[in-house]
Structures are given as structure tokens and as C-alpha cells.
């Protein structure tokens, strides 16, 4: 089932009622509103006039729904989830707490060539030069310990949107401010992901920081980020949309990512049920029962 993402811009009351939640409006003229929290996979509070009642947010984090807070710029701040999100969760914390170096290099090393790949076809898409990120990727060696990750980055960006003096920093000029928020909510999909697959988000392979709380969903989105390219690619070619802000119309277009058809392991998925698989099969690779993480490929 395709899991909901839902976005409150607005001041609202939420609350449950027969275990769904109920959507109240202090506008007198609208009527409640009621949504099965067993359909949400998201919910993005943007309004700092939002109330939440208690039993709604014990009902939807046993959903596993992540519950995503907005700063006064309007960008995730915060993540809510589960403390306790798989049954046997304490036995997948430890095959992931006893995980040698040389298996973490390893999934490093499938884990950015396949970004380098996706970042490839994606420029490939675009009817860009792609053929040097392809022979990049095949070059990552265990641990991408000659750090092609970051040229590759340098030299997709460049290219990649056709805008001149463009560069990808996290304060710079539109399109990244689009950028931001698509990773941000890439990163609460990812983090959902992990928790429901029974894993630490915050014990990372490379982006190991004692002030993140989630460098593993940092560094498992990576695949995924030329998704999130792709669609502010689409958002900006569009002569009809102001991209130089970010708009309550373009966050509608972003928000439509949990949802997207990717496809990966030879089948196509919503990308929120393709993230259980990447999280699943990383436990496995952490257990010892596979050797492989399933990531998406951008086609």
C-alpha cells in the first residue's frame, strides 16, 4: 500500500478519533477531517499553530509514521520516531554495533558507486556529458578511499542544471534551497526506514559525527539523491513556476517523493517501500546473510 505524506501549512488541531486522525480547523466554516493513520507515512508540521494531542502521537509512531517538525524557515528541523521499531530490534543492534571496518568499506563502496551511477544516468537523461561519472563509478575502491565521491559531486553539479555560476553549497543561491528541503525530507524517509528495520540511524559507516543523531540515514540516502535532483530539475524547467522561492506549490511538488516509482532489484516500487528494502537489506549485509545492499536505479 502507498503510504500517505501529509503537509500542514496551516493552524489545525489534530487529534484521533476510532483510531484515525481527526484534522480540526479553528476556521468555523470547515468541517473536521478524518485520515486512517495506518495510510500516512509522513506528516510534516510546518504551522507553529499546530496542537497535537498525545494518544495521536503514541497511535502514530506504533504506525511507524514519521512525524517531521519545521523550523520558522519553514525547513525539517526535526524527526519523531519510534524508540522500539522491530521485534527483535536489540539483536539487529548488534550485528549492526559489531559490523568490521572491512564490511563497512564495503557497503561505502557499493553504496557511493551507486550513487555515481544514478548520478550518471540521471545527466545521461539530460543529454549531458555522462560517460566520465560511468567510468568514475567503476573506479571506487573499498571504502571510496581515493575520494571519487567528491569529485564526482563537483563535476555532475556543473553540469546538471545549466546555470551559469552555479554551485551546490547549502546556503547558496536557488535551486538549493529546493535541493534542502527534498533531502531533508529524503533523510526522514531514510530514517524511517532504518528504524522500522530494526537499526540505529545515528551509528554511521562514513558520516560518523557525535553531533548527528542521523549519519546512517545519511549515508544510505546517497543512491537516492538524484531523485530529488531530478524532480527540482523538472520543478525549474517549468516557465509557469517561480522557483527563486520556496512556495507552499513547489513543497507540493516535493512532497510527492515517498510516492515516486523507482525502480530497484529488477522491480518498480514507490520509493518510501524501495527505502525498506535498501534498510532490510543492509541488516542482512550486517547479519551476514547477504553480501549485497539493494539500492534503486535511476533510469
Same mark, same amino acid.
Given at each position: 500500500?502507498?503510504?500517505?505524506?501529509?503537509?500542514?501549512?496551516?493552524?489545525?488541531?489534530? %487529534?484521533?478519533?476510532?483510531?484515525?486522525?481527526?484534522?480540526?480547523?479553528?476556521?468555523?466554516?470547515?468541517?473536521?477531517?478524518?485520515?486512517?493513520?495506518?495510510?500516512?507515512?509522513l506528516l510534516?508540521?510546518?504551522?507553529?499553530?499546530?496542537?497535537?494531542?498525545?494518544?495521536?502521537?503514541?497511535?502514530?509512531?506504533?504506525?511507524?509514521?514519521?512525524?517531521?517538525?519545521?523550523?520558522?524557515?519553514?525547513?525539517?528541523c526535526?524527526?519523531?520516531?519510534?524508540?522500539?521499531?522491530?521485534?527483535?530490534?536489540?539483536?539487529r543492534? +548488534? /550485528?549492526?554495533?559489531?559490523? %568490521?571496518?572491512?564490511?563497512?568499506?564495503?557497503?561505502w563502496?557499493?553504496?557511493?558507486?551507486?550513487?555515481?551511477?544514478?548520478?550518471?544516468?540521471?545527466?545521461?537523461?539530460?543529454?549531458?556529458?555522462?560517460?566520465?561519472?560511468?567510468?568514475w563509478?567503476?573506479?571506487?575502491?573499498?571504502?571510496?578511499?581515493?575520494?571519487?565521491?567528491?569529485?564526482?559531486?563537483?563535476? /555532475?553539479?556543473?553540469?546538471i542544471?545549466?546555470?551559469?555560476?552555479?554551485?551546490?553549497?547549502?546556503?547558496?543561491?536557488?535551486?538549493?534551497?529546493?535541493?534542502?528541503?527534498?533531502?531533508?525530507?529524503?533523510?526522514?524517509?531514510?530514517?524511517?526506514?532504518?528504524?522500522?528495520?530494526?537499526?540505529?540511524?545515528s551509528?554511521?559507516?562514513?558520516?560518523?559525527?557525535? /553531533?548527528?543523531?542521523?549519519?546512517?540515514?545519511?549515508?544510505?540516502m546517497? #543512491? /537516492?539523491?538524484?531523485?530529488?535532483?531530478?524532480?527540482?530539475?523538472?520543478?525549474?524547467?517549468?516557465?509557469?513556476?517561480?522557483?527563486?522561492?520556496?512556495?507552499?506549490?513547489?513543497k507540493?511538488?516535493?512532497?510527492?517523493? #515517498?510516492?515516486?516509482?523507482?525502480?530497484?532489484?529488477?522491480?518498480?516500487?514507490?520509493?518510501?517501500?524501495?527505502?525498506?528494502?535498501?534498510?532490510n537489506?543492509?541488516?542482512?549485509?550486517?547479519a551476514?546473510?547477504? +553480501?549485497?545492499?539493494?539500492?534503486?536505479?535511476f533510469?
Amino acid at each position: 500500500m502507498i503510504k500517505r505524506t501529509l503537509l500542514f501549512s496551516n493552524p489545525a488541531y489534530l %487529534s484521533t478519533k476510532n483510531k484515525q486522525l481527526l484534522i480540526s480547523f479553528p476556521e468555523k466554516d470547515k468541517d473536521d477531517l478524518t485520515v486512517p493513520i495506518e495510510d500516512i507515512g509522513l506528516l510534516i508540521l510546518e504551522s507553529p499553530q499546530i496542537t497535537l494531542t498525545n494518544k495521536l502521537i503514541e497511535l502514530l509512531v506504533s504506525n511507524n509514521v514519521a512525524i517531521v517538525t519545521c523550523d520558522k524557515q519553514h525547513m525539517p528541523c526535526a524527526l519523531l520516531q519510534p524508540l522500539s521499531g522491530h521485534s527483535v530490534q536489540s539483536e539487529r543492534f +548488534r /550485528y549492526q554495533l559489531n559490523a %568490521s571496518v572491512p564490511l563497512k568499506k564495503n557497503i561505502w563502496q557499493q553504496t557511493i558507486t551507486s550513487k555515481i551511477v544514478n548520478q550518471a544516468h540521471h545527466l545521461r537523461k539530460r543529454k549531458q556529458d555522462y560517460k566520465t561519472l560511468l567510468r568514475w563509478a567503476s573506479e571506487v575502491k573499498s571504502g571510496d578511499s581515493t575520494q571519487v565521491e567528491g569529485a564526482a559531486a563537483a563535476y /555532475y553539479f556543473q553540469r546538471i542544471f545549466s546555470i551559469d555560476g552555479y554551485s551546490r553549497t547549502l546556503k547558496g543561491d536557488p535551486p538549493n534551497n529546493l535541493l534542502n528541503y527534498g533531502y531533508a525530507i529524503l533523510r526522514a524517509i531514510t530514517a524511517r526506514a532504518l528504524i522500522g528495520s530494526g537499526m540505529l540511524p545515528s551509528v554511521a559507516i562514513y558520516h560518523v559525527n557525535k /553531533y548527528n543523531a542521523f549519519g546512517l540515514a545519511d549515508d544510505i540516502m546517497e #543512491p /537516492y539523491r538524484p531523485f530529488v535532483d531530478a524532480m527540482v530539475y523538472d520543478i525549474i524547467q517549468d516557465e509557469n513556476v517561480d522557483w527563486s522561492e520556496l512556495s507552499i506549490n513547489i513543497k507540493s511538488k516535493l512532497l510527492k517523493l #515517498p510516492v515516486l516509482d523507482v525502480m530497484i532489484d529488477g522491480r518498480k516500487s514507490p520509493l518510501l517501500s524501495a527505502m525498506s528494502r535498501t534498510t532490510n537489506s543492509l541488516y542482512e549485509c550486517f547479519a551476514g546473510i547477504a +553480501r549485497k545492499v539493494l539500492y534503486p536505479n535511476f533510469i
